[in-house]
């Protein structure tokens, strides 16, 4: 449905996207997987309109949308810091998005301070309409009953769910998410990824994720682009690129293991059977042997990650094993998959 082609950036002279291109399938949820400046924010705000592309072209459905206007290209767009209205309840937060597409020439801030905010809706003759469309997000977002409450009332979950409800009200053709849960603490980020898969799947509308956390990426996407330095270094399912790095580079951002670079394993790594003038990837899956290990060196540290323990060399490798060495101990270890890359 959503399809970039060989889209350019600059950025105080320097290149900052080089030549993006992929697409959007009906219902797909595609996340832009990368560090911070790899360019995952520049792409959003280009497709939204908010940015301008220097080359190449955004489409819809085949139809390009260059130089459209950002209100009609009906896109929802959810920021990583929610950008609630404070002074509105969590019902006005969610319906802002239904009177800014039912009234974009009287979408004025003296308009609302003349009306009110549901004199507005009023004026539109579609407030019955709005308040169906409001209660059915907010019960999708397991928010109902929360209609009445200050969005300064709620925890920051439930500010998180406000606007995506919001994002979603308008029924927007594409839904875009910047980081939406890069200001949660671990615990919250964790309990809620599973919860906006299930809304992204209920709402059957195509998304774009954008986030630079690994876990929410295999968690939430039907598809993975992982950019680096504004470009494309490897697109694919998450399964996919579990199992296929496309490189060093890949597997390490990825955190799937060691990456072993040529020269870098000697006197760590068992020669016999591996070639070491290439990038070798052990993953992290091991138990200890006595002798003829993949791996041999001394234990840093040995954490319980529940069924097994985690087990961390001096020099910096890891490694899970079904029962626990002494930090100081002398190893060896047989590493249960070696993979070369390119």
Known sequence: ?????????????????????FSVAPGE?????????????????IIAGLEEAESGEVAWEGVSLMGQPTHQRRFGLMFQDYALFPHLSVFENVAFGLKMQKNQPQRTPSALRKKGFLGVLRGLGGLKDSDSRVRECLEM????????????????????????????APNPRLLM???????????????????????????????IYVTHDQQEAFTLADRIILLRDGQITQAGTPAEVFANPADGWVASFLGLGNVIRPGEGSGALNA???????????????????????????????VFAGEVFRVELQNGWYFYVSESP???ESVQLRVLRVEYLP
């Open 1 to 21: 449905m959503l399809t970039l082609t060989s889209i350019t950036k600059s950025y105080e002279s320097k290149p900052l996207l080089k030549g993006i291109s």
């Open 29 to 45: 949820v595609v996340c832009l997987l990368g560090a911070s400046g790899s360019g995952k924010s520049t792409i959003l705000r």
């Open 141 to 168: 977002v397991h928010l109902t009953g929360f209609e009445h409450r200050r969005v300064t009332e709620l925890s920051g979950g439930e500010q998180q769910r406000v606007a995506l409800a919001r994002a979603l």
């Open 177 to 207: 998410l910047d980081e939406p849960l890069g200001a949660l603490d671990r615990a919250l980020k964790e309990s809620l990824l599973d919860e906006l898969r299930r809304i992204l799947r209920g709402a059957g509308i195509p998304a």
């Open 272 to 302: 016999e059977g591996l070639d070491i003038y290439k990038t070798i990837l052990l993953r992290p899956q091991a138990e200890l042997v006595a002798d003829g290990g993949t791996v041999q060196g001394v234990v840093a540290d040995v």
């Open 326 to 328: 002494r930090v100081g």
